[in-house]
């Protein structure tokens, strides 16, 4: 029997399509090469799934074409999955920047994906691995379970990241198979590494955390700075990492909240060491580790003018030049993937080819930490999930 639409993937997007397609009575079937649905629910947020933000908008997305995700996001809101999390009792917490946490643990959203999957009548093939997709007017998707035909095939594989949780290139590989371009993907929200002189310091200061404004091009975030026995990591270096490109430089404001310039005139005739000074603004073991290697030693009151001015200038725009990321392994995300302007931003529709669509993490649309990039998984699947 041909069915509406077989979706390949029972991640976050691929299970909103089949609930959406199943409510509007379409015949769906989700196939996923991993024995469980939602693997990547199940980890998310450290196990707590920060399922949304209250601040969803297109300004929180990294693509090639910055308008593609509008459509979308519009015609589905945090609001709309909160709902669906209240109709299941299921409670939840805010933590800053309006990110949404489930209050018991991430597999109760998967519990609840399944609770509705089942309610729209979808069928599941789980530890099947894809052996060949044809399209002759309609797609057919072979494993070892058999074939399964459909007027619409959708594309829910996710990007690159976390291959132990059975991440893949699938999606990738479809698209070109069907002339669809891809941009090259990268790792996302992934902590970055050093060599050389950083990295012996900032294993030295492994463990510490600072507050910090990182910046890359036009790309600046503020938050925490987690030094680490490979490098940097911590929200503000995650949520820049998706900016970073290799060879490029990042500037770090130590002192965000203050003119630096200002505030060292303003104490030049103290008497206190630099790094004793600095350690009132900052961890004293960064403030002591830094000024090894950043600044004179002494007391405050024998630096020059110019020196003060140069100090101030490393505080505030500290350069770094990372030597790579920690990889597929450790990203959170992947950042470009199929290209979006291939695909229909109303219904997430391949415009070359009719019937096969694309949707979450597999789309060149990255979103930034705190909830996003789950909140475009939902709404992904959503749109197409009205039209399958
Ligand atoms: C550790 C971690 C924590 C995260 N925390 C958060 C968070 O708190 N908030 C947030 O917004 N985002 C978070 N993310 C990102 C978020 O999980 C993803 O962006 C989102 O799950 C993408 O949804 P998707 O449906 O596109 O792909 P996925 O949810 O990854 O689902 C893809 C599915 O496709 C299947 N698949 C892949 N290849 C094949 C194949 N060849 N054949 C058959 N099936 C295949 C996979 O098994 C999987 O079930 C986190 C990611 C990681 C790795």
């Not at 809101?77 to 209050?103: M, T, V, Y």
């Amino acid at each position: 029997m041909i069915k509406d639409a077989v979706i390949i993937g029972a991640g976050a997007s691929g299970l909103m399509c089949a609930i959406e397609a199943g409510r509007r009575g379409r015949s769906v079937v989700v196939i996923d090469h991993a024995p469980r649905v939602g693997s990547k629910i199940r980890v998310s947020g450290g196990g707590r799934c920060n399922f949304t933000n209250l601040n969803i908008s297109a300004d929180h997305y990294l693509s090639q074409n910055r308008h593609f995700c509008k459509s979308a996001l519009s015609r589905y809101s945090s609001e709309d999955f909160i709902r669906l999390l209240k109709k299941h009792r299921l409670s939840f917490h805010e933590k800053q920047g309006g990110q949404l946490f489930c209050e018991v643990s991430a597999s109760a959203i998967i519990r609840m994906l399944e609770t509705e999957c089942r309610q729209a009548g979808v069928e599941f093939q789980l530890n099947r691995r894809i052996k060949r997709v044809t399209n002759e007017k309609i797609f057919t998707v072979e494993t070892e379970g058999g074939p399964t035909a459909a007027a619409s095939l959708v594309i829910a594989t996710g990007g690159l990241s976390y291959p132990g949780l059975g991440a893949s290139d699938f999606g990738l590989r479809t698209a070109e198979r069907f002339g669809i371009k891809v941009i090259p993907p990268r790792p996302g929200l992934v902590p970055l590494t050093f060599e050389g002189r950083d990295l012996r310091l900032f294993k030295a200061l492994s463990g510490v955390s600072i507050n910090a404004e990182v910046s890359c091009g036009t790309a600046s975030f503020r938050g925490a700075v987690l030094f680490t026995h490979r490098g940097m990591s911590g929200p503000a270096i995650l949520q820049i990492s998706s900016h970073w490109l290799p060879g490029s430089i990042l500037t770090i404001n130590l002192l965000p909240e203050l003119d630096a310039h200002a505030l060292l005139l303003s104490s030049r005739q103290s008497r206190q060491e630099v790094r004793n000074f600095l350690s009132q603004y900052l961890p004293a073991r960064f403030s002591q580790k830094w000024c090894e290697q950043y600044a004179k030693t002494g007391p405050l009151c024998r630096l020059t003018e110019k020196e003060l001015k140069e100090m101030a200038e490393s505080l505030s725009a500290w350069q770094v030049r990372p030597a790579g990321t920690e990889g597929y392994g450790s990203a959170e995300v992947t950042v470009g993937g199929i290209d979006t302007n291939e695909v229909s931003s109303r219904s997430m529709e391949a415009k070359k080819v009719s019937g096969l669509f694309f949707i979450g993490e597999a789309l060149d649309v990255t979103g930034h930490l705190g909830g996003y990039n789950l909140h475009w998984a939902w709404a992904s699947g959503h749109a197409a999930g009205q039209v399958v």
